[in-house]
């Protein structure tokens, strides 16, 4: 419920009539993965048209400038602040015109060495408007385009200067390209829908449309996508993969497929090991909504346990991470969670759930899980414990935050009240996902990190 946050979502679309109204449908669809704000931009005629603005969607995007936007190529973004401030600024597409070109940015990630990069580029006088790294990578392609050429000679330059994050869409004029980094950590799929092509960060955005998924880039990936199909550019040798485990465990929606992998049945699977490592005799088995659903009814499969609904979600109190004190949150935790008291009074329960960072918000619904009647409150978590930061658009940037680096196992089972306490392992973990490990990022659980971070254990 109160899980990790994610940096975006990003959507292109090429089709035979204008693509303004299904990217503001796409970006609807994708909404989970950023609330702060969303844009769209179209190709017209000989510019890129862009509507966009802070919250979600629907305020983002007014309805009276989305259909004002007229083109039939454009992109698409929703965004959760990692790095770069929140506000217009810094908002998605950004868009700049640059060796003969009007040229459109959409990205997913972090770059890991965009300090570096953009004091780089500050001293060879080169001027930054905002503090995102989204912004390096549209002057990187610009500046490539004027020595390289041709746009897919200039992306595959400027994804030589970058590391770390970055799943793609990008305008050049009239033309639309999807880029992945060599690591994969971030998905994008391409998917044919009615009239066109659409590449996005989730396939249930293609589902919407009632589209066919076509596939997955693949790690280190170009594609320039028309309304007719898309040409492939792959990546030229061997390269470590180091897909997000996260995004399978709590950011995909359950009915994305992501790399071939049903999310959903992942978050059962969790769900059964958990139950196979840390079984326990209880009465029933209960998500927190939304987050722990599918992983809850793994376990309870697995455990035969019974399973139930046993808190009710206010779908309109919002969101409490955003509040700006810790009463002001305790208090929108239990305005937005309320148990059944008819479940769960005199029972045994087993309370299931993506990740702990904090364990504030576990500690608050195990306490009123208890004041309603509950006997005993066993709480189980779908992902190993969390212990280092992540530096690839994840919002979990210092070790301060985790629960897990200051206390044990034992002493966060104290911390939120709960009679038991149990994670999933990671080896438990990766089995689940069904993917080799050193095909996957886990290094906020184990502290070994897929690109050369200063201070941090380089895993290769």
Not at 14 to 31: E, H, K, R, S
Not at 113 to 129: A, D, I, V
Not at 204 to 225: Q, S
Not at 295 to 316: D, Q, S, T, V, W
Request: with cysteine.
């Amino acid at each position: 419920m109160a899980g990790p946050k994610h940096s975006c979502g990003i959507v292109g679309i090429a089709a035979d009539a204008d693509v303004a109204n299904a990217l503001y449908t796409a970006l609807m669809v994708i909404q989970h993965r950023g609330q702060e704000s969303a844009g769209i931009s179209v190709f017209d005629r000989d510019t890129i048209e862009t509507v966009k603005g802070d919250g979600l969607v629907d305020h983002a995007i007014p309805k009276d400038k989305l259909e004002s936007l007229k083109g039939q190529i454009g992109i698409g973004h929703v965004r959760y602040a990692t790095t770069g401030s929140k506000g217009y600024i810094n908002s998605q597409p950004l868009v700049v015109k640059a060796a003969g070109a009007t040229i459109g940015v959409a990205h997913n990630g972090d770059i890991t060495n965009y300090p570096q990069l953009k004091e780089k580029y500050m001293k060879e006088g080169r001027t930054f408007l905002t503090d995102s790294d989204s912004e390096l990578i549209l002057k990187l392609i610009a500046k490539h385009r004027v020595s390289q050429g041709g746009p897919v000679e200039a992306i595959r330059a400027a994804m030589g200067e970058l590391d770390g994050a970055y799943a793609l869409v990008i305008l050049i004029n009239d033309r639309l390209f999807a880029v992945r980094d060599p690591y994969g950590f971030r998905p994008l799929c391409i998917g044919k829908v009615g009239g066109g092509y659409m590449v996005v960060s989730e396939s249930t955005a293609i589902d919407a449309f009632r589209g066919e998924l076509v596939r997955d880039l693949l790690p280190g990936e170009i594609c320039e996508i028309t309304k007719t199909g898309f040409k492939s550019y792959p990546m030229e040798g061997s390269h470590p993969h180091a897909r997000c485990m996260f995004e399978w465990v709590y950011f995909a929606r359950p009915d994305s497929v992501i790399d071939g992998i049903e999310v959903y049945q992942v978050r059962k699977n969790i769900g059964k090991i958990l139950a196979r490592e840390h079984y326990v005799e209880a009465d029933l088995v209960m998500p927190i909504p939304d987050s722990g659903r599918a992983h809850a009814i793994g376990y309870a499969l697995e455990a035969g346990i019974p399973y139930e609904e046993g808190f009710m979600k206010n779908r309109f109190v919002g969101r409490t991470f955003i509040l700006p004190e810790q009463k002001l949150r305790e208090a929108a935790v239990s305005n937005k969670m309320i148990p059944i008291k008819g479940t769960v009074a005199g029972k045994r329960i087993v309370i299931v759930d993506d990740s702990i960072v904090r364990g504030t918000t576990l500690k608050i619904l195990v306490s009123m899980l208890r004041d309603a009647g509950a006997t005993e409150v066993h709480v189980r978590i779908g992902s190993p414990p969390i212990i280092a930061p992540c530096y690839y658009g994840v919002d979990m940037k210092s070790r301060d935050q985790f629960v897990a680096t200051k206390l044990s196992i034992d002493g966060i089972r104290k911390l939120i009240g709960a009679d038991s306490l149990g994670y999933i392992s990671i080896d438990g973990l990766v089995e689940a996902i069904g993917m080799p490990a050193d095909e996957l990022c886990l290094a906020c659980t184990n502290g070994k990190y897929p690109t050369r971070i200063d201070g941090e254990e380089y895993r290769f």
